[in-house]
């Protein structure tokens, strides 16, 4: 079955350093989402990714999909405590239908 | 407009009752699904529907878990004789479609089983 393993497992950086964020797949993606969750709520969507080589920004988060689209990294770049919070990377399976699974999720820490 | 809700937003029960989890996903929304969280883990998919049939339950654990969308729009999540390892964040998520689109959370439903 196909997985999805996310490193680090958490990360604590320094107000203003950038970061990344890493998700790799056992298999060949479909697409790549990723998430932000705070402590204690639902997930809030990010950006997807389909294509091999495909790169998104938006405001200081970028995130890219690798050629062989098996591996996914989301970088932040000038951190701020609103950063803060849970990534998560996630994936629709063609099962004969689109069940979705996620990694374990990356615990950012921002210290001001 | 108005996202997805979850009620009630936290359930505490004993051992062997039965419970309902409520999602009212984000009108228009075709595809609806259900995922679990324990603590320090990614969402695990339970199963997602598109409009009124489950299109993949896979993810239910037991027969003890059954969900229902009856006319396509709100979805009720069903657990009988609860255990205590049920015990997590139940989230439901919507979508306009599947697979390309993106999916949108509710705050989710923290059940306990005392």
């Known amino acids: 079955s196909q997985e999805l393993e996310q490193s680090p497992q958490s990360l604590i950086v320094q107000e203003g350093k950038n970061l990344t964020i890493n998700c790799t797949s056992s298999?060949?993606?479909?697409?790549l989402y990723w998430y932000k969750q705070k402590y204690g709520e639902g997930l809030i969507f990010l950006m997807m990714?389909?294509?091999?080589?495909e790169e998104k920004s938006h405001e200081k988060i970028t995130a890219k999909l690798d050629e062989k689209k098996q591996q996914s990294s989301l970088h932040i770049t000038a951190s701020q405590p609103s950063h803060a919070g849970i990534y998560l990377c996630?994936?629709?399976?063609?099962?004969?239908?689109?069940?979705?699974?996620f990694g374990a999720g990356t615990r950012l820490f921002v210290k001001a | 407009g108005a996202g997805v809700s979850q009620t009630p937003s936290n359930k505490v029960t004993e051992k062997g009752k039965y419970v309902e989890l409520r999602c009212d996903p984000i009108?228009?929304?075709?595809?609806l699904y259900w995922y679990r969280q324990s603590l320090g883990q990614g969402p695990e998919f339970l199963i997602y529907?598109?409009?009124?049939?489950?299109?993949?339950d896979s993810g239910l654990p037991n027969d003890r878990f059954f969900a229902v969308r009856p006319e396509g729009s709100v979805s009720t999540l069903k657990i009988q004789r609860t255990e205590r390892g049920d015990s997590a964040v139940y989230l439901c998520?919507?979508?306009?479609?599947?697979?390309?689109?993106?999916?949108?959370f509710g705050p989710g439903t923290r059940l306990t089983v005392t």
């Open positions: 998520a919507s979508s306009l479609g599947t697979g390309d689109y993106e999916q949108y």
């Open positions: 298999k060949t993606l479909y697409g």
């Open positions: 990714l389909q294509k091999g080589g």
């Open positions: 996630g994936a629709p399976l063609l099962t004969g239908g689109f069940k979705t699974i």
């Open positions: 009108s228009g929304h075709t595809a």
């Open positions: 529907f598109q409009g009124t049939g489950a299109a993949d």
